[in-house]
């Protein structure tokens, strides 16, 4: 982490943070997907349950104008019930793709009683009564066998359209104790990546302002934390610099060398010429170090009667006079 500039730190903890935002709403997503497919299969099977329910009505419906039919003889009960054959084939059809094997069987014994029904009437038509009777038997065995498998298919239905909403409903939870689960685990690892990479930057600044304060207290010897290729890392670095110029200064000054500063400051009081009425100094223009000397004024010091007049120079870039 040290070797990654600041700015590539940032970079690296915004797109982990995006990319953890990315895969929480992905699995998110594929959650509420799963969830919508459970919850459109659960209508399929209410709408075929729905297709059973109509199928079962239209065949009570069927029942009854058939045996409306050969009671009374009447052409009303006779279009009624056509009526109600092509409700109950409409209803078996939209049933066909989930039970093919019962709507094939139900289409079976429900023409072989429709036929029956029919000859029933014929016979009541034509004075045969007891032949009608019979007719009429045998088309409510049918009728019977027709009304079980609409039951059980019925059943079925119900039992599928229940299974899948408690499936649904299983789901549901599972995609909301994930998004909950994606959002705290996602609030956890941003802080800890947060957290560590302003570590990563916190920690060296610290440690450049300590050493920063050391030679502001003029403690030279103190340690320089190690310098890294990072933008504190350069600081360091710099700072280094600064503390070898500062220990160079020391060591010029040290005796036996040249010291930077000029030689007369470090005389304790400034000699008093005989007779002047102002203290000077004779110091020869060649000693000065200051590259900025330049005599600025010139005056006369009034000295006591019978001393000699003395003549001073001094420099404007600093306090020095030269007699």
Not at 113 to 127: G, K, N, P, R
Not at 171 to 190: N, W, Y
């Amino acid at each position: 982490m040290r070797r990654l500039t600041l700015l590539t730190r940032l970079v690296l903890l915004t797109g982990l943070l995006l990319g953890t935002l990315a895969v929480s709403n992905f699995l998110s997503n594929r959650a509420l997907s799963s969830n919508a497919d459970t919850l459109a299969a659960e209508a399929a099977w209410v709408s075929s349950l729905t297709d059973a329910g109509d199928a079962a009505s239209a065949f009570g419906d069927l029942k009854y104008w058939l045996t409306d039919l050969a009671v009374s003889l009447l052409m009303r009960s006779e279009t009624n019930a056509e009526l109600a054959r092509i409700e109950l084939d409409d209803a078996l059809t939209r049933l066909e793709p989930r039970d093919a094997a019962t709507v094939a069987q139900v289409r079976a014994e429900l023409d072989t009683m429709v036929a029956l029904s029919l000859q029933a009437v014929d016979a009541y038509t034509d004075q045969q009564r007891v032949l009608g009777n019979s007719l009429t038997a045998k088309a409510r065995t049918h009728i019977g066998s027709i009304d079980a498998r609409l039951d059980a298919l019925v059943d079925r239905l119900e039992t599928q359209a229940l299974e899948q909403g408690r499936q649904a409903v299983a789901t549901g939870e599972r995609a909301v104790a994930l998004s909950g689960g994606m959002l705290i685990g996602a609030t956890a690892l941003g802080l800890l990546l947060t957290a560590w990479v302003l570590q990563s930057i916190r920690r060296p600044l610290r440690a450049l302002d300590v050493a920063m304060n050391a030679l502001t207290r003029g403690e030279l010897d103190a340690p320089l934390p190690e310098p890294a290729d990072d933008e504190p890392g350069r600081m360091v670095r710099t700072l280094g610099l600064f503390r070898d110029s500062l220990l160079e200064r020391d060591r010029l000054r040290s005796p036996g060398r040249t010291p930077l500063t000029h030689p007369v400051l470090s005389r304790p009081a400034w000699p008093r010429a005989a007779g002047a009425s102002c203290a000077v100094i004779s110091v020869p223009w060649r000693a000065l170090r200051c590259g900025s000397h330049r005599p600025a004024r010139h005056r006369r010091h009034r000295p006591k009667p019978g001393a000699p007049a003395l003549r001073e120079s001094r420099c404007d870039g600093c306090s020095w006079w030269r007699a």
